[in-house]
Every structure is written in structure tokens, then in C-alpha cells.
């Protein structure tokens, strides 16, 4: 495709975008997120007292409806576990365009959605106030990317839906893959993930068997790219569907989205070096205020944990861990263990740390061992005062 006449042809959807920005178009692309009620509204009218009488008008008012989602994240509250449960969230790829030649009144969305389709969807919605406006829609990261950003965010969705329905429609899989592939938080996590390094979309739920379908399907689409580069290296004609250097980039592309596919977290089991990260994203993916109660208390409940958690861990690297351990670097990686030898009175003993990804501050990950997980999780139910003892 072409903006005008006069512009370069556009092969991929990363292509049109980055065309429109050489035309001085203002693109914006964001990953952003609210409370989903699977298209669902109940509303009710309004009543109104009249000579002392409750009666009905002709205005209604929405009532916000939320569907809640149990973590396997646990607190404590009265000396007893509580399990954090949070709303589930409708997550997106969301995109603007203003310009002289393509002015969009309302915004694209991007995700895997109900209808059996991943891709891009008009972004027009009712206007509910609990569910879209400014105070309860999140904005995860800037609220815009930079121009190259706009280009790969763009470029990884398009692989990215078109791996999905491959997968789909090559497996005959109900609801076009949703669910079996995840929902729409899977289908932007792993965009999130390729392009940024980390994700914070909860929850995630693609799990074993049809990660490694869509790692396959990811492989086929790159072996059919490189089958087509290698035969326009053996002769002189034009490909047909793509030139070579956007063929390239796709290929890379894909690349990064198999390894995200690799590092992207599970949310169906929560293991205890599990917890810092899903505590993090439980936060980042729910609105700051919130008509819904259990939203609120599940940041409360988050925070509390995820401070418990960093608390813990910051007292024992202070008074017990090896500087060696401090150190360590795990390569392309976010929850992954890596084996150390550390010195104690009986010789060297083998003690792995594990890599947790920090969404928010200057440090980008923390280093610790498993010991100290573990005594992060034991003195959850204990006082800050206990805790300091306990670690003392």
C-alpha cells in the first residue's frame, strides 16, 4: 500500500506507520488497560422523590460490573491467608493516528478478542464511566512511544495476530484460539515483552503445550521467509508479496517474538519467585482508583506483599549474602536460575539465584538466592518487628 501516490510502497504494517510519520502524521501508540466485563452492561433507571413518592425517570445510570479473578497470590489477614483476588482486565495495543492524509476519529485497538479473531478492531466503546474513563483506563509505560517504537510495536502486533490465527485456523481451535492461546492480556504481554524486554499485563495465562504450537507456527512463518530469500539470492527476479529488506525485518521480528514467547511469565501457578513480579504486574494493571472495592484491596493486599517481599530480601543481601551473589547476571532472562558456588565452613556448596524483574525505579532486576525467597514467604505473617529479629 501507499499513503499518496508519491510515497514509498508499504509492504508491512510497521512500513505504513513509519511512512505516515515521514508525512508528518502524529502517531500514538500505547499499551493500555481496563476493567473488561466481556461486553457486558446492566444499568438501571434513576428514581426520584416526588411528593414523597419514589418513582422512576427516563434516565439511567450504569452499573459497573467487573469479573473477579482469584491470583494464587497469598497475604495474610488476622494471622490467617488470604488469597488475593483482582478484576480481570481488558488489555490492547492501542493506537491514534492524526494527519493530512489519515485522520482517525476514534482509536484502533489491537489484542485477541471473544469474536475468534486477533488483530487490529475499531476502538469505539460506550461510554461508561467506571469501566473508560481517564481515572480507570491504565496506561502502562508513556502514554506515547517513541517514533521507532511506534514502528516495532506496530510490526510485532501484526506477526504477532498473524501467528496466532495461523495457529488457530491450522488447529481448527474454538473461539479462533481465545483461551486455548489465552486472552487479549497473552496477546499484548508477549508484544510487551519482545519490545520492551518485560512485561506488565496480568494475568497470563498461555501455558506448556500451546506456547510450543505457537513457537512452532513462528518457525514456519521464518523457514518460509528464509525459503524465499534464499531464491531471490539464486536468481534476479522480485518477490511478489514483500521486497528483501522488509523480509529481513519481519524474520528478526519473529525472532523476537520466540524469545519473548520463551521468557514470558505464567500466572496459572505462582511459585515463590514468582510472587515479586506477579505482585507488580497485579499493581500495574489495575487502575489507581477504582469504583470496584476488591480492586483497591487487591493493590493494598499486593503492595503489602510485594514490600514484605523486597523488605526481606534488601535485610538479608545487608547481613548475609555473598557478594558474589549480589553480582550475578542472568542472561535474557526474567525469572530464571542460575547455579553459584559459595563458600562455607564445609567446602563449596552449590546455592542458585533467581532473577526477578523490577517494573518500576532504576534497578530493572533483583539478584537473589532461593533461601531468601523461601524466608520472605515463611515471615509474611510476621510483624516488621519480628522479621527484623527472625533475619537478625
Known amino acids: 500500500v501507499q499513503v499518496t501516490k508519491e510515497s514509498a510502497v508499504c509492504y508491512e504494517v510497521g512500513e505504513f506507520i513509519s511512512s505516515l510519520q515521514e508525512l508528518k502524521h502524529v502517531v500514538k501508540v500505547r499499551f ?3 476493567v473488561t466485563s466481556f461486553g457486558a452492561s446492566f444499568c438501571m433507571k434513576n428514581r426520584v422523590e416526588i411528593d414523597g413518592a419514589s418513582v422512576e425517570n427516563q434516565e439511567w445510570t450504569y452499573l459497573a460490573v467487573g469479573c473477579p479473578f482469584r491470583t494464587g497470590v497469598h497475604t495474610v489477614s488476622d494471622g490467617k491467608p488470604e488469597e488475593i483476588v483482582t478484576l480481570l482486565p481488558h488489555v490492547c495495543l492501542e493506537v491514534k493516528i492524526n494527519g493530512p492524509n489519515v485522520n482517525l476519529n476514534t482509536g484502533i485497538q489491537a489484542y485477541q478478542g471473544t469474536e475468534g479473531f486477533t488483530g487490529f478492531m475499531v476502538g469505539q466503546d460506550v461510554d461508561r464511566a467506571w469501566q473508560n474513563s481517564r481515572t480507570v483506563y491504565v496506561s502502562h509505560g508513556d502514554d506515547e512511544m517513541s517514533e521507532r517504537d511506534n514502528i516495532r510495536a506496530m510490526r510485532l502486533m501484526a506477526l504477532s495476530s498473524a501467528v496466532s490465527n495461523l495457529m488457530a485456523s491450522d488447529a ?4 479462533g484460539g481465545y483461551l486455548s492461546l489465552g486472552t487479549c492480556v497473552d496477546s499484548i504481554a508477549l508484544v510487551q515483552q519482545a519490545l520492551l524486554g518485560r512485561t506488565s499485563m496480568y494475568p497470563i495465562m498461555l501455558h506448556g503445550v500451546f506456547r510450543s504450537h505457537l513457537l512452532f507456527c513462528i518457525q514456519k512463518l521464518r523457514q518460509t521467509i528464509l525459503s524465499e530469500l534464499e531464491s531471490l539470492s539464486l536468481s534476479s527476479s522480485q518477490s511478489t508479496v514483500m521486497n528483501v529488506e522488509s523480509m ?9 517474538l520466540a524469545r519473548a514467547l520463551l521468557d514470558l511469565p505464567s500466572d496459572l501457578t505462582v511459585e515463590p ?3 515479586v513480579y ?4 497485579i499493581i500495574a494493571t ?14 493494598s493486599q499486593a503492595t503489602h506483599v510485594l514490600n514484605h517481599y523486597l523488605k526481606v530480601i534488601q535485610m538479608t543481601n545487608e547481613s548475609e549474602v555473598d557478594p558474589e551473589i549480589k553480582e550475578s547476571k542472568v542472561p535474557n532472562a526474567f525469572i530464571s536460575t542460575e547455579t553459584n558456588a559459595i563458600g562455607t565452613n564445609n ?3 552449590s546455592e542458585s539465584t533467581v532473577t526477578i524483574p523490577l517494573l518500576n525505579g532504576n534497578q530493572t532486576e533483583l539478584h537473589v538466592t532461593e533461601d531468601q525467597l523461601m524466608n520472605a514467604a515463611l515471615t509474611l505473617s510476621s510483624s516488621d518487628e519480628e522479621t527484623a529479629e527472625n533475619d537478625h
Open 273 to 275: 519467585s514468582d510472587t
Open 32 to 34: 493500555a488497560s481496563d
Open 172 to 175: 481448527s481451535l474454538p473461539f
Open 278 to 281: 506477579a505482585c507488580e504486574r
Open 248 to 256: 529481513k525485518r519481519v524474520k528478526l521480528e519473529l525472532m523476537s
Open 347 to 349: 567446602g563449596m556448596e
Open 286 to 299: 489495575l487502575p489507581s482508583e477504582s469504583p470496584f472495592a476488591v480492586a483497591e484491596k487487591a493493590i
